[in-house]
């Protein structure tokens, strides 16, 4: 299955943007590129995904590179709700349905 | 109604019992996933379901039985479990893969200990 690298960890303050980095250097053309996130103790959040272009919605931004190689999930304000592990997962087509497989995530900490 | 509902959601359990897990979901989504996470790492896929029929078993022991008895129930039996299969258990359900399709969602899990 095609991989996804992110850093372990990462800090933020509150009210400033996060750029969240996911590197996917063995992306196929056909797969899209799916951000989740999971607060302590809750399911995994759909967020946002995408395939080639950027792709804008109420939580957050996702910016793909022009070789689909890497992505960046962007917060555009931090809140201490968004303290949470941020997984960047490519989704495979698969016998009729999707197969996310997820990598080790981002933790993120928000600093008031 | 935009949620996956997961009972119980805690569950303990000896190892000689059989016990189930239920999830379900009202959005006609027609494909449905068992998860399983440990502590402190990413959910690791176990069955996918499509159209009520098991599509793939990531090569999961024999002591865990997924059902899908129709389009908006998704069981996991559970037999002779082992105390490392103590988890979270994560149902998930999306509609089946077309070029628009958007993402899982994700029951808030059953917390399984195995003693």
């Excluded at chain 1, 792709?55 to 931004?61: C, F, L, Q, T, Y």
């Excluded at chain 1, 087509?93 to 933790?107: D, M, N, S």
Aim: proline share 6%; glycine share 6%; aromatic share 8%.
């Amino acid at each position: 299955d095609a991989k996804t690298t992110q850093p372990n960890s990462m800090e933020s303050n509150e009210e400033e943007p996060v750029h969240l980095p996911c590197n996917h250097s063995t992306i196929s053309g056909t797969d899209y590129i799916h951000w989740y996130r999971q607060l302590p103790s809750q399911g995994p959040e759909y967020v946002i995904h995408g395939l080639t272009s950027n792709v804008n919605n109420r939580m957050a931004s996702l910016a793909i590179a022009e070789d689909r190689k890497s992505s960046t999930l962007i917060l555009h304000r931090a809140t201490l709700r968004d303290a949470a592990v941020y997984y960047c997962i490519l989704r495979l087509p698969v016998q009729g349905a999707q197969k996310l497989v997820f990598g080790q995530g981002t933790r993120l900490t928000i600093n008031p | 109604d935009t949620e996956v509902t997961q009972t119980p959601k805690h569950l303990v359990m000896g190892m000689t019992n059989k016990k189930s897990l239920k999830c379900e979901q009202h959005m006609g989504h027609r494909a449905m996933y068992w998860y399983k996470q440990k502590a402190k790492k990413p959910p690791e896929l176990m069955f996918v379901y499509s159209y009520e029929k098991l599509s793939i078993n990531e090569s999961v022991p024999s002591r865990f039985s997924p059902e899908c008895p129709n389009s908006s129930l998704l069981n996991l039996h559970l037999h002779a479990l082992q105390p490392e299969d103590s988890a979270l258990y994560l149902c998930a359900s999306s509609q089946v893969l077309s070029g628009t399709t958007g993402g899982y969602t994700f029951g808030s899990g059953t917390r399984l200990t195995v003693v």
